[in-house]
């Protein structure tokens, strides 16, 4: 478990998703990576009932690299409190599911999973219910546990293989540049960019 | 052979809802539980024994010092009463660095004058991280009560047994710093986490509670029939 980067890829007008992945499975290749299965993060989202007033968010989340972890995160409103437990919270939550109904469409990330020497890749795929919303590259440097020791070696990397689209270090990143990094922060990093994807207006990348 | 490995367990975690679902006649789910207690004078004598009894015979009986507190909340089923849920979280005090335990404990079956031997209710245990109060409180769980448990345990089999002394807390909360008992006796817990429909594991927790008597008289307590000014 290293420092991960969540870097979205926009897709192009005349590209469908697949060949997007497609497209960037064939970069990661030519650098020499080795693909290693697939991977999945999928989210659940439960909205507190109105008898329970303020409302809060728990959102729910399976990341396929920590298969033996449930994490959720509650949002009560700027408050957030995030939870890493074992496989059986997921029966927790139906024990409460009067209080907290699931509300939101099931959201998820899929797809190829690559290694490269110290670098894992993964090209996911963002579905809510199926419906295609777009893509999300998560890179991950296993060696290195603080982003402000590999910062500069993420960029290039990143830069190396998707181009333009990586400005820098996500501001989720820039703002933990000192701290241990731990697998709730991947987990954050894709409840943030799920909840872009959830806006119903318009595109988000 | 690696990328194999990882296709399998992908097909594994495509659904890990589906999967817990279909697994839940595996997952340990019901406990058992018969109980006791004894005066504190008597407690050499019982723990002697158990020392015989159980597997742990060659070792020292595992000690505990352990903080529990317990959270309700309502679940607002449509047209019917507002049922209180119960969470418990346990740490241990003197393994800070150890998971917190979170446990659902359904509603007890097989007091009064049902007939099964020992006393069942859903549970489910879940390790959590230590953020798991902050996570209830905002949750919108009200704190019902905590109290500090220190003693030891043994093993026979499946079976679990708990020799615990009960501390309040004092004013300032710190759990470690707890001194002051609730009463003079210790509490003896007899329990198995079980899958659904082995009740066949109730019988011999009945054998080996025949085997502890007269040191101590296990058996199902109906909570709600201890009279309240015991307190």
């Known amino acids: ?205 | 052979m690696e990328s194999k490995d990882w296709g399998s367990m992908s097909q594994l975690v495509t659904t890990p809802l589906e999967q817990i679902t279909t697994a839940l006649n595996i997952i340990p789910n019901q406990e058992y539980l018969l109980q006791g207690s004894v005066l504190d004078n008597a407690v050499e004598v019982l723990l002697h024994r158990l020392r015989g009894l159980c597997d742990n015979v060659d070792t020292s009986p595992e000690p505990f010092y352990d903080h529990e507190m317990c959270f309700t909340i309502m679940s607002m089923e449509s047209g019917t009463q507002p049922q209180p849920l119960s969470l418990r979280v346990r740490r241990a005090t003197d393994y800070p660095d150890m998971p917190f335990q979170l446990r659902y404990i359904g509603v007890p079956e097989g007091t009064g004058n049902n007939a099964r031997p020992t006393i069942v209710r859903s549970s489910i245990d879940i390790g959590t991280s230590s953020t798991i109060v902050e996570f209830l409180t905002e949750l919108g769980c009200r704190l019902d009560f905590e109290y500090v448990a220190r003693g030891y345990m043994f093993r026979k089999g499946r079976m679990k047994i708990t020799v615990s002394k009960i501390f309040k807390l004092n004013n300032n909360g710190k759990p470690p710093d707890a001194t002051e008992p609730i009463s003079q006796s210790y509490l003896v817990e007899l329990s198995v986490l079980a899958p659904s429909g082995q009740d066949a594991i109730a019988e011999d927790m009945r054998n080996f509670a025949e085997q502890l008597r007269p040191l101590v008289v296990l058996d199902k307590i109906d909570v709600k029939r201890i009279p309240m000014s015991m307190s």
Do not use: W
Request: aromatic share 10%; net charge neutral; charged share 20%.
């Open chain 1, 1 to 205: 478990m290293g420092v991960t980067v969540l870097q979205p890829f926009p897709v192009l007008d005349n590209r469908t998703g697949p060949q997007t992945i497609d497209f960037l499975t064939k970069r990661v290749m030519a650098l020499g990576a080795v693909q290693s299965g697939q991977f999945l993060v999928d989210c659940d989202t439960y909205v507190s009932t109105p008898s329970l007033p303020p409302q809060r968010t728990v959102h729910v989340v399976h990341n396929s690299e920590h298969p033996a972890s449930v994490f959720a995160v509650l949002e009560n409103g700027p408050k957030t409190v995030p939870l890493v437990a074992d496989g059986l919270f997921d029966l927790l939550m139906l024990k409460i599911k009067n209080i907290y109904p699931k509300k939101q469409p099931k959201i998820e990330s899929k797809g190829p999973r690559f290694e490269l020497a110290d670098f894992c890749i993964k090209l996911g795929s963002v579905t809510i219910s199926q419906n295609f919303k777009g893509v999300l590259v998560e890179v991950e440097y296993r060696p290195c546990v603080v982003a402000g020791y590999c910062s500069g070696l993420m960029r290039e990397f990143l830069q190396g293989f998707l181009g333009s689209c990586v400005q820098g270090l996500p501001p989720y990143l820039q703002n933990r540049m000192e701290e241990i990094y731990q697998p709730i922060n991947t987990v954050e990093q894709y409840l943030e960019h799920f909840a872009i994807y959830r806006k119903p207006a318009g595109f988000a990348m």
